[in-house]
């Protein structure tokens, strides 16, 4: 399974993103991969793997394969996930501002990509999401793309000169396209969909 994720609007370094910014990122994916779960692809999967509550069996535990992870106020659903046995592999297109060659103002492409990486997944420590952040109406849950990046089994990066002109001087400004392809890890019944 392939799909392209975007994101167009300000990126900066790691070392410059607080997790206000990563969030806001965050939930620019989050509206794509809701829809994605929507697709004819994956509707079906979405009953049996994003449930609020968890149905349980007779004996009171949980059934099948359920993606919804309780994370301070969040819950999150991550379609790459150790509980349905898939990786990823990610082809980065970012556009910016500087010419290649030239010094970046906002961050080193590294640090860019690890602020991205940061935004697809779920947040790993209560002090990556903001302090009094909660979850609006329409993201319950809140859908990653990975669960954590230890799942990405490939990263390329490419850069090109983003051509729209600056009005204000700002160059953390990207257009990042991630290409994502999905690979089985260990084949189950909760991902042979994505065979």
């Keep these: 399974m392939e799909f392209t994720l975007f994101y167009s609007g300000p990126l900066h370094g ?42 349980t069996d007779q004996h009171g535990r949980e059934s099948g394969v359920n993606l919804i992870e309780q994370f301070g106020r969040f819950q999150f659903a991550s379609l790459i996930s150790h509980k349905l046995g898939v ?30 990486l940061d935004a697809l997944s779920k947040p790993q420590k209560l002090n990556q999401l903001p302090e009094h952040d909660v979850p609006a109406a329409d993201e319950v849950p809140f859908h990653c793309l990975l669960q954590d990046d230890a799942l990405v089994t490939g990263l390329s990066v490419h850069t090109s000169q983003l051509l729209t002109p600056s009005t204000d001087g700002d160059f953390s400004h990207v257009v990042a396209l991630i290409r994502v392809r999905l690979a089985v890890t260990r084949p189950v019944m909760a991902n042979m969909s994505f065979l």
């Design 14 to 55: 790691r070392v410059h993103a607080k997790p206000p910014h990563t969030q806001s990122i965050r939930r620019v994916f989050h509206k794509q991969l809701e829809n994605l779960w929507k697709s004819d692809r994956l509707a079906e999967l979405s009953e049996w793997h994003i449930r609020i509550p968890p149905k």
């Design 87 to 116: 990786a990823a592999q990610l082809e980065i297109t970012l556009l910016r501002r500087e010419r290649p060659g030239k010094g970046v103002q906002r961050g080193d492409i590294d640090n860019q990509v690890k602020t991205l």
